[in-house]
Structures are given as structure tokens and as C-alpha cells.
């Protein structure tokens, strides 16, 4: 996310360039991004990879959850990705619910009333359309991990619980991304405390205090909040990265932990700050504060 590719698009840095930077920064792998902007032929995807030492980790697929009458369509969405990921041996497939312009407009100040959530009706949609990801992907031996996400129906800590409540392990777990939680009021050590045995995919990610509590006070939607620069190098921000790293050890958790900064270009182009640095400076603090 660092080099702010967020689309397959012509606009992206060549995949090449940013392979080259993931293996020089020290990291060990990188997820597949959109669909088509790595190759799509898994011996293609092999050999670019392995080039550089890399493993795959998992990749981001956005869906209507709680819309039933696209609840076939977006099982195939999350099947042709996940065929690829397993031709790749990726365990993990991750769904989201895809962004809502007016649930973006409220994110990290949602109201605690639940009036800007789903109803009950679409609550009950949203898990089964999870539970026929999870069941389809699952003939490829993978399982679904669900990615809360600021801007969208899952976000805040009670729509996480309520989300883990609708669905069943160990088919659907949870994918736990530091920075989106503390966004979203979240505290990553107390959803560890009490859902650590569903969290199957970790996303580090850090926020700064400032934007975070500029983004409250001021009104502004996700949109502005990502050209703000709310999340940072790991680090320079507030979420407890040592204590999170603790906490997932004693849990025995083994799988990937994914470093993030989400950035948006600027009306140049431009990528501020530059990728390569931040990704390399967040590596060297998790080394050293975390040893990871």
C-alpha cells in the first residue's frame, strides 16, 4: 500500500519496481494486490517472485456483502482470486465489505446508536455471504479472513463482535489491522484478549494521533483522512506495536504480518513520503522494538 497501489490501472509504478523495493527493504513476502496488477499466470507469478526470495501472503477482495442478490457474483469475484492464491499455497483468502460513500463520510466517528450500521436483516445477509465465500474457497483448502476496514458496515469494535457472533470458525476468521481498529475506536490488545483464536491474518498498520483526532474534531471523511496522511511509518504513530507483538506470540499466533501505510498520490503524482523509505524505516522499527 505503500507505493499506493490500490486499482489494477495503468497509473501504478511498474510491478517490477516494487518487487525489487519489498526484497530491498528485508521483507521476507508481499500480498498479491488488485487482481491484474502481478501476473495472473501462476507460473508467471512463481518466477517473479521467487527472482527476488519473496513469499505471497494473501490479497484484498472488497464485496456487497450484505446484498443477497449479489451474493453469486461475488462468490465468483472471490473464486478467481482465491484459484490464484492457492495455485501459490496462500491459505487465507481476504473479504471485506466494500466501501460505502456515506458510512466513508462518518468513519472513525460513527455513532454508537447504530444508525449508521446495518439492520438486523442485512446483518444476517452479510454472514451468509461470507459463510458461501468461505464454503467455496474452502474446496481449494483455504478459508476466508474477514478484514474490518474504516469506510465500510465493519468497522467498529461492536460491528466486529457482532460480525464474529453472525459467522462460524474456523471456516471465517478475522484479519486484525492495527491501524483501521484504532480508527475505528478500536484497542488491538482488548480484540486479542478476547478474539485472539479467530484473528488468522495480521495487517500492521500505524495512525497518527494528531490526524486521527483531526479527522473526529473535524468532520472530514476517509478520503481526506488518507490524503492527510492519518496512517504513518511504524512507529512514528500510537498504536503499541511491542504490546501487539507480545500478545500475538503468547497466542501462539504463526501466520503473516503484513506492514501497511496506506498513501494516496498528490495532484502531482507523487508519493510523499517516498515508499522505499517508509517501508525500510518501518522494517528496521519492527526489528528492532518488536524483534520481528
Not at 508481499?30 to 490479497?59: I, K, M, N
Not at 453469486?72 to 465489505?97: K, N, P, W
Request: glycine letters at 14%; a negative charge.
Amino acid at each position: 500500500m505503500s507505493w499506493g497501489v490500490y486499482e489494477a490501472h495503468g497509473r501504478n509504478p511498474p510491478f517490477g519496481h516494487v518487487l525489487d523495493a519489498i526484497a530491498a527493504c528485508g521483507y521476507e513476502g508481499t500480498e498479491l494486490g488488485p487482481y491484474g496488477y502481478l501476473p495472473t499466470a501462476p507460473d508467471d507469478l512463481r518466477r517473479e517472485l521467487s527472482a527476488r526470495g519473496l513469499g505471497l501472503g494473501s490479497s484484498f477482495v472488497p464485496l456487497p456483502l450484505e446484498d443477497a442478490g449479489r451474493r453469486a457474483a461475488s462468490v465468483e469475484s472471490a473464486l478467481a482470486v482465491a484459484r490464484l492464491l492457492a495455485s501459490q499455497e496462500v491459505e487465507e483468502l481476504i473479504v471485506a465489505d466494500d466501501e460505502d460513500a456515506g458510512r466513508a463520510a462518518v468513519a472513525g466517528r460513527v455513532p454508537a446508536d447504530g444508525s449508521a450500521g446495518w439492520t438486523g436483516a442485512q446483518w444476517r445477509e452479510a454472514a451468509r455471504t461470507l459463510q458461501a465465500v468461505a464454503e467455496a474457497v474452502g474446496g481449494l483448502g483455504m478459508r476466508v479472513v474477514v478484514h474490518h476496514h474504516a469506510g465500510t458496515f465493519v468497522e467498529t469494535p461492536e460491528e466486529i463482535d457482532r460480525l464474529l457472533a453472525e459467522t462460524t470458525a474456523p471456516e471465517v476468521g478475522l484479519l486484525l489491522d492495527t491501524g483501521h481498529l484504532v480508527l475505528g475506536g478500536g484497542d488491538p490488545l482488548d480484540l486479542l484478549r478476547r478474539h485472539g483464536p479467530r484473528v488468522g491474518y495480521v495487517h500492521l498498520k500505524d495512525v497518527r494521533g494528531d490526524r486521527l483526532a483531526a479527522l473526529r474534531a473535524g468532520g472530514q471523511g476517509m478520503a481526506a483522512a488518507w490524503a492527510d496522511g492519518v496512517f504513518c511509518p511504524l512507529g512514528d504513530g500510537m498504536v503499541p506495536f511491542a504490546r501487539v507483538a507480545d500478545a500475538l506470540r503468547s497466542g501462539g499466533y504463526a501466520g503473516w504480518a503484513i506492514v501497511e501505510q496506506d498513501v494516496v498520490p498528490d495532484e502531482g503524482g507523487r508519493l510523499v513520503p517516498e515508499p522505499a523509505e517508509s517501508a525500510r524505516r518501518s522494517r528496521a522499527y519492527l526489528a528492532e522494538a518488536c524483534g520481528l
